[in-house]
């Protein structure tokens, strides 16, 4: 290669660096206030079974809050390794809840196919309203998040997640 192709080559290796990162940038969670927290203690939501789940009752023990629909992949995949965590880990004193940016009726169908021993709320708009306000601008799925027995947030995450890194943040918290 003669100086002047290494020197196209370096500014295009430096510009998909650029890009790589803005893209991060722009795809990270923002953070998410005590304002914001407050007000998810505040809701209720229906469940698919016709009764109504509010999160005040989950106040006070650490919690996993998962983002979800039927319609998106990456969240049927996790929903085992949820329910798979929710056993493990429930018996410390760990909550899950998902909450189902979805229709009653096909979030009723998937639980029949795919059973799960934590509670399902129905999110809908308030629900994205809320993964907006936890630090998801964009209203990526899924989104979960991870908040303290004190009710802060200790750690979220949008995309796919797994048994093991739901186990090593619940390492990483103190209850």
């Known amino acids: 290669m003669n100086r002047r ?10 510009a998909a660096a650029a890009g790589g990162a803005g893209l991060a940038w722009w795809r990270r969670p923002a953070p998410a206030d005590a304002a914001d927290t407050a007000a998810l203690w505040s809701l209720r939501f229906d469940t ?8 005040q009752a989950l106040r006070g023990r650490p919690l996993v809050v ?20 929710h056993q493990r880990f429930g018996p410390q004193g760990w909550q ?7 229709q009653q009726a096909p ?3 998937f639980l029949r196919k795919v059973p799960v021993a934590f509670p399902i709320a129905l ?4 629900g994205m309203e809320l993964v907006r306000a936890l630090g998801n601008p964009q209203g990526g799925l899924p ?3 991870v908040l303290g027995r004190d009710g802060t947030v200790r750690h979220r995450k949008l ?17």
């Open 5 to 14: 192709q290494w020197a196209v080559a370096a500014v295009a290796g430096l």
């Open 48 to 55: 698919p079974d016709g009764r109504t789940l509010e999160m």
């Open 66 to 85: 998962n983002f979800w629909a039927t319609w998106c992949a990456p969240c049927v995949r996790e929903m085992p390794e949820l329910d798979r965590f």
């Open 96 to 102: 899950v809840v998902g909450i189902a940016i979805d």
């Open 107 to 109: 979030v009723q169908e």
């Open 123 to 126: 999110g809908g708009y308030a």
């Open 143 to 145: 989104f979960t998040v």
């Open 159 to 175: 995309g796919e997640t797994s048994f093991a890194e739901l186990s090593g943040w619940a390492d990483a918290t103190t209850m």
